[in-house]
């Protein structure tokens, strides 16, 4: 039975994902700031050349571009209000409202999160400027004039190996291009790493999600069915028989919903499961109980409980502390942790022996549950007639619905998609202006539009290799720390790494950069042959 706690369980979730999100979404936005503002201050070297020798301070120049990417912050934040009220708010409460019945929700604005928001991108994008800036206005006017990026003069620790001097000049150039410019190949590869790890999170957030249920029931729980009957309505041991002549596999077990608390802590629901102590290893074929420490089959707790890892996690429960658990009248009775257990569905759950619970709770058991495996095509109306039939379900009812994330992945593949135009597409165009008279001279001399555009992209794809492989590693770590945000309340994700999530982020991101280059590629077309000093 749901209650308005169900509220405050959503709420914490949507908050958990706010957070991690956003701070994701801050370093997206250094990358693009920083690229943006990167390649609008090299574009202008000449003119910031030419206004150091008019007699422009350094400082004067940075405080324009930091007050250009201030309005471009203003502009942001305030389109960040709109929409944040306008498009996701009414997203999220269309999700959701369905799950309560609170009639109509009216939009908030919370005047204090959004100030330290703006506070927080104001500081992230003048930061950002200043990075990007800073070297740059300090330099000569003689050396900003020329327009060209003074190159290393010291060469490369691998020019004296053998194998990198048997490479063609053309591979050995274009190798030497990518090192010759570390901000570009950083920048690159950061664009992609930001891009994959957007992807990887979202993917193992919908799939982490998904997958619980299908862990538990896989691994832990293997029975197929749960009938449930009313024991004072009705006849136990009549359902066995018809389980019986049904030639359905069975096992019987109290599983009562019970209230518990830790010293000092508020009052939870539990499901507690009570098993015969000589029927432990029977209950194996239908209930795995994994102790966490040792990864295998807990021991027979007959002077104890065990408790599911999420309970454990959120009490700071381990072997040897002790529990509450609220008898029939009210009254608080103390239980004590013999281990801890591997659990992925949503609630609380406790396991001990008939006989601990008994003696402890100081009332006799119910076991009215019946755990059921094989076919049982037919036995719904066997039972649905009988006194003290109360339902007949198979798992689907505990199957987790990830639906609420979907808006989450395709907010997360458009920023990608714009991140990887703003970031690598920058990049990959001012590398092109930046060799244009390069890329000309090498037309003239004999190299096919091919060649000259393998010369450009060949590094392109070694930079976003490393960024799809990065963003991976990143992806897997933040993905992590998300999905520990989001489990709220008894919710258990499956938090280890997911290597089809990567599979899918880098597929995407692979189809992005493509999409990329092929734009950027298009320019070597147009280049001047007939006036290389015009490139």
């Given at each position: ?358 003696a402890t709770m100081g009332e006799e058991t119910d076991e009215c549950v019946f755990l059921l495996k094989g076919d049982i095509d037919g036995l719904y109306e066997e039972v649905r007639d009988v006194d003290g039939f109360m339902s007949l379900k198979d798992n689907s009812e505990f199957e987790a619905d990830a639906d609420s994330i979907n808006l989450v ?97 880098c597929a995407i991101g692979a189809i992005f950069a493509l999409i990329v280059n092929l734009i950027a590629l298009r320019k070597i077309k147009t280049l001047n042959l007939t006036n290389v000093s015009g490139n």
């Open positions: 039975m749901g209650d308005v706690r169900g509220v405050r369980t959503i709420v914490d979730g949507i908050y958990g994902l706010s957070y991690s999100m956003s701070i994701i979404f801050l370093l997206v936005a250094i990358i693009v700031c920083h690229a943006a503002i990167s390649r609008m201050i090299d574009e202008r070297r000449a003119l910031i050349g030419a206004q150091k020798a008019l007699g422009f301070q350094p400082g004067e120049i940075l405080q324009h571009y930091m007050l250009y990417n201030a309005l471009c912050a203003l502009l942001g934040v305030s389109t960040g209000y709109v929409s944040s009220v306008v498009i996701v708010e009414i997203l999220v409460l269309h999700i959701f409202s369905t799950d309560f019945l609170f009639g109509s929700i009216p939009l908030a604005f919370d005047l204090t999160s959004a100030l330290i928001a703006a506070v927080i991108c104001f500081a992230i994008f003048l930061a950002a400027t200043y990075v990007a800036c800073a070297k740059l206005v300090w330099l000569p006017a003689t050396t900003l004039l020329r327009g060209e990026v003074p190159t290393r003069k010291k060469p490369y620790f691998f020019e004296k190996w053998t194998a990198y001097k048997k490479l063609s000049l053309y591979s050995r150039t274009m190798i030497k291009n990518v090192l010759s410019d570390p901000g570009r190949m950083m920048t690159t590869i950061m664009g992609v790493v930001g891009c994959i790890a957007l992807l990887v999170i979202c993917f193992s957030l919908k799939q982490a999600i998904e997958n619980s249920s299908i862990v538990q029931f896989d691994q832990y729980f293997l029975y197929e069915n749960r009938l449930v009957v009313d024991s004072e309505e009705g006849s136990v041991d009549e359902f066995a028989g018809i389980l019986d002549e049904e030639d359905v596999s069975w096992m019987l077990i109290q599983d009562k919903l019970k209230r518990f608390r830790v010293d000092g802590g508020s009052w939870e629901n539990a499901h507690i499961v009570t098993v015969d102590a000589d029927a432990f290893e029977e209950l194996s074929d239908y209930m795995v109980l994994e102790d966490i420490s040792t990864k295998s089959a807990a021991e027979i707790p007959e002077n104890g409980l065990l408790v599911s890892r999420k309970c454990a996690e959120d009490n700071n429960l381990s072997a040897g502390d002790t529990i509450e658990l609220m008898d029939s009248e009210g009254i608080a009775v103390e239980f004590q942790v013999v281990g801890v257990i591997e659990h992925y569905l949503a609630y609380n759950l406790f396991v001990t022996t008939t006989e601990y619970y008994e992945i395709a907010i997360c593949l458009m920023l990608s998609a714009v991140l990887a135009l703003l970031v690598l597409l920058n990049q990959i165009v001012m590398h092109i202006n930046r060799k244009a008279r390069e890329l000309a001279v090498m037309r003239i001399n004999g190299y096919t539009p091919r060649e000259t555009r393998a010369y450009v992209y060949k590094d392109n794809i070694i930079l976003t290799i490393l960024g799809l492989i990065l963003g991976s590693g990143v992806g897997m770590l933040l993905s992590y720390i998300v999905i520990r945000i989001l489990e709220t309340g008894a919710n258990r994700y499956v938090r280890t790494p997911n290597i089809p999530a990567c599979l899918y982020a």
